[in-house]
């Protein structure tokens, strides 16, 4: 009953191979959310999702597709990795009806060489 | 310009000391106000939300000032346990799904 789950937790890759970072929640929440963090810029969101098969570019979606065929799940995809997409990615999620409270999952941590 | 702004710090504070910080957005259609707390490697959680009327919640206190576009969080006899980094958030009217952060505040409490 973790709640909120993403893997890996680290993940070390090449320039231009696809990697994909996994999101799981138990909540049923209808809002799924990816934000990326690093240094100097803080928290910046990359897509969401406000149900299956709904998604919406957020800040910073170049370089990333992401799906939502189940509820549950919000995989995130690099399809060519680079090195500026070296990050500490945080998955998150909420109910339809607060707009301020977001659930994190611990992170995946991605260094792209 | 971004769109939430944050003194990045670090405030180096003692004990028992009151430490403020101040978060400036840039869109005056935003609507909904949050801080979240973010301990060194951890996932961000929601520490409170800024109400227009000002709320306390124990040590800590935040604000809104709409004319100047800038929220605050006020805490009152820091403890070493409130050492993190500080987050605000803000929503947007008719952009309500998108939660925007910004760069946080570091807070170190010295014994």
């Known amino acids: 009953d973790a709640g909120i789950t993403q893997s890996p937790r680290y993940k070390i890759t090449e320039t231009g191979r696809q990697v994909t970072l996994m999101c799981h929640q138990t909540?049923?929440?209808?809002?799924m959310f990816w934000y990326r963090q690093d240094l100097g810029h803080g928290l910046r969101l990359i897509y969401y999702s406000a149900a299956a098969d709904i998604t919406d570019k957020g800040e910073v979606p170049d370089g990333y597709v992401v799906s939502r065929s189940k509820t549950e799940n919000f995989p995130l995809t690099l399809e060519s990795a680079t090195r500026s997409q070296t990050s500490v990615y945080f998955c998150?999620?909420?109910?339809?009806?607060?707009?301020?409270?977001?659930?994190f999952g611990e992170g995946s941590r991605l260094t792209v060489l | 310009r971004k769109e939430v702004e944050q003194d990045p710090g670090p405030f180096n504070v003692p004990e028992g000391a009151t430490v403020a910080f101040n978060c400036t957005y840039s869109n005056s259609a935003s609507q909904s106000f949050f801080w979240y707390r973010q301990d060194c490697r951890k996932e961000p959680k929601l520490l409170m939300s800024v109400y227009s009327s000002g709320n306390e919640d124990g040590r800590f206190t935040a604000q809104l000032n709409r004319a100047s576009q800038y929220i605050s969080l006020l805490i009152r006899d820091s403890k070493l346990s409130d050492s993190a980094t500080y987050l605000c958030a803000v929503n947007s009217r008719g952009a309500t799904n998108k939660l925007i952060f910004g760069t946080g505040t570091l807070l170190a409490v010295q014994p």
């Open positions: 998150a999620s909420r109910t339809s009806g607060n707009t301020g409270e977001l659930f």
């Open positions: 909540w049923s929440h209808s809002y």
